[in-house]
């Protein structure tokens, strides 16, 4: 069995330009423009403190994006909140100023027009652009990668979008996407990733994904629990986990919990560039075969890197039985916990949590990181079942895809 690689981050410092992108007041912009939604409602975070027992340690939360807007994850929180940045870049205003009711008002259509917005995605992200696209009356085109599953591309296509699956990698597919923009009238990229000469949308995107860590400070905070000790975070270009620790870094700049970036092992970039040490970027290309379609992703984002090594403390490659642990874990916890329906990607930090606290082979890590029974762990779920094939032939079936 291929076991769990990491590597503590001794990763040169820079001067942390890119923190103040999710400066608290930007993050509570995104929080109240998806507060506008009618569809809004703050997703569970659930508190398992049996399982927390089970693993020595004192609490466990769970951020359960499975309920995000009705689509079974969390993307759409930053596509949603970067599609409207631009608009309200474009037209003239603070996105304050463009709440649910104004965006989707025949003004705003007359005044802004029609654009089409493209971008690659393995699924979440993709369904999250469709969904805003058509509440917005925007066009949306999808260019998903070679391996994507029939169910997550017809999720897309239900939403009103131009969808595809590509015989490219995701990082292929996102240069592709990139291509048909520019060529496009009124065509925008909308990623997640960002390169040089593209990182404002990319940093808008990240804002809107700290809207799920407000939540959950906020929701921590009504258990009782100051502030976690620990985070882990899961990774694919690194966009999710450059805001989250972003978040934390900047709510508690005295005492900040320590964060776990874990990544799946066919595309850890972001681990091997911690494992070289100097700082630069790694890239991981092919064809990335992982259950966890969501972080199979070889190129990291830029702006998110800087803030991973300035901040993170360790990142983790987990291989596919890690997350497939985690998943099983969630869905039948410890008696008297509540059961959590997560997905391949939503449960790799958690599967990988489970490892370190369970397994001798992980004990140095463990002592490490200092977790023990005084610590006091986040997580975030960051899906459900979105591909209910996979889930069930993985968490019923005991099989390995």
Not at 159 to 169: L, M, P, R, V
Not at 203 to 226: H, K, P, R, V
Request: proline content about 4%; hydrophobic content about 40%; overall charge negative.
């Amino acid at each position: 069995m291929e076991t769990i690689k990491w590597a503590v981050n001794h990763m040169p410092k820079t001067e942390d330009s890119q923190l103040k992108v999710m400066a608290l007041d930007e993050v509570e912009k995104a929080r109240a423009f998806h507060e506008s939604f009618p569809q809004y409602s703050i997703t569970p975070l659930v508190k398992l403190d049996k399982m927390a027992g089970r693993l020595g340690l004192k609490e466990v939360y769970v951020k359960d994006e499975s309920y995000r807007f009705g689509l079974n994850a969390f993307k759409v929180l930053g596509g949603s909140f970067a599609m409207t940045r631009y608009i309200a870049q474009q037209v003239g205003k603070d996105v304050s100023e463009l709440p649910y009711n104004v965006l989707t008002s025949d003004e705003l259509r007359k005044t802004f027009g029609q654009a089409t917005f493209f971008t690659a995605t393995d699924g979440n992200h993709g369904r999250g652009v469709a969904w805003a696209a058509n509440k917005l009356g925007q066009k949306c085109v999808v260019l998903m990668p070679k391996g994507t599953t029939q169910t997550r591309l017809n999720n897309i296509l239900a939403e009103g979008a131009q969808a595809t699956i590509e015989e490219y990698n995701y990082d292929e597919c996102v240069r592709m996407a990139n291509d048909l923009a520019n060529k496009t009238e009124h065509g925008i990229m909308v990623q997640d990733t960002a390169w040089d000469g593209y990182e404002e949308i990319p940093a808008w995107i990240m804002q809107g994904y700290g809207t799920m860590a407000s939540e959950a400070n906020e929701q921590l905070d009504g258990f009782g629990c100051e502030r976690p000790t620990h985070v882990f975070i899961q990774a694919g270009v690194g966009s999710l986990a450059g805001a989250v620790q972003g978040y934390f870094a900047n709510r508690y700049p005295e005492n900040p919990p320590k964060v776990i970036v874990v990544e799946a092992e066919a595309a850890a970039c972001l681990y091997k560039g911690a494992a070289l040490g100097t700082g630069e970027l790694q890239i991981v290309d092919g064809d990335m075969v992982t259950i966890m379609a969501g972080l199979a992703c070889g190129e990291p984002n830029t702006i998110s890197w800087d803030i991973l090594k300035n901040h993170v403390d360790s990142f983790v490659a987990a291989p596919d039985w890690v997350a497939a642990r985690g998943m099983r874990m969630l869905a039948a916890p410890v008696k008297g916990d509540s059961p959590v329906t997560s997905g391949e990607s939503g449960a790799a930090p958690f599967g990988a949590l489970s490892c370190i606290m369970c397994m001798d082979e992980y004990k140095e890590l463990r002592e490490h990181l200092g977790l023990d029974e005084s610590s006091k762990v986040l997580l975030f779920s960051t899906e459900g079942d979105t591909d209910p094939e996979r889930y069930e032939s993985i968490v019923w079936g005991g099989n390995s895809r």
